[in-house]
Every structure is written in structure tokens, then in C-alpha cells.
């Protein structure tokens, strides 16, 4: 049973910075590309950022290339998304789940985060 778990969200001021962790369990992590979503109140979910199975493939949403990293730990069935430089229009639940995701695909709690201006 696919098992995701968000952490590390929070409020922060605009050009600060955030680190989320991804906790999977019930997938071959290592054999899975992984991703973070997030979710704006009102708006539809969208794909922020990517990471191949190995680790050596990672892919940008425009509106975060330059700012965000995503990374991944193999050996703890962990992914991460360095946040930096954050916007007020960053403001969104931040979930990650392995891409693509079907309509009926299995979502975690997510991860709040907050920009203040």
C-alpha cells in the first residue's frame, strides 16, 4: 500500500527559503521517478519538479527553475525540495507523489507553505 508522507512546510517571509521531505513507503523508490506538486487554494494541482529513479534527470515548472532542487536519498525512500528565494505566489500544499499520477492515484496529507509579503 503506497504510503506518502509530506513534511517541513511553514511560514516564511519572502526570500526565504524551505526544505520539504517526502517520505514513500509501499513503491520500489529506487526504481520510481518522483515528483513534488503543489496546490494553490482555487487552483488546479501542478507538477513543480521532477527527479529520475537514479537521480541524474531532474525537470523545472518555469515558475520555479533557478530556485527550487529537487533531490532524493535512494537508501532512505526520501525525496526533498529545496526552496529558495520564495514568493508570496509560491503560497500553496505541497505534496509529492510519483508522476504521472492517475485519477484514482494515492495522495499524502501534503505540506503547507506560506510566503508572507
Known amino acids: 500500500q503506497v504510503q506518502l508522507v509530506e513534511s517541513g512546510g511553514g511560514l516564511v517571509q519572502a526570500g526565504g527559503s524551505l526544505r520539504l521531505s517526502c517520505a514513500a513507503s509501499?513503491?520500489?523508490?529506487?526504481?520510481?521517478?518522483m515528483g513534488w506538486y503543489r496546490q494553490a487554494p482555487g487552483a488546479q494541482r501542478e507538477l513543480v519538479a521532477s527527479?529520475?529513479?537514479?537521480?541524474?534527470?531532474?525537470n523545472y515548472a518555469d515558475s520555479v527553475k533557478g530556485r527550487f532542487t529537487i533531490t532524493r536519498d535512494n537508501a532512505k525512500n526520501k525525496v526533498y525540495l529545496q526552496m529558495n528565494s520564495l514568493k508570496p505566489e509560491d503560497t500553496a500544499l505541497y505534496y509529492c507523489n510519483t508522476p504521472p499520477v492517475s485519477a484514482g492515484g494515492v495522495w499524502g496529507q501534503g505540506t503547507q507553505v506560506t510566503v508572507s509579503s
Open positions: 509501499g513503491i520500489i523508490f529506487r526504481l520510481r521517478t
Open positions: 527527479i529520475n529513479s537514479g537521480g541524474s534527470v531532474t
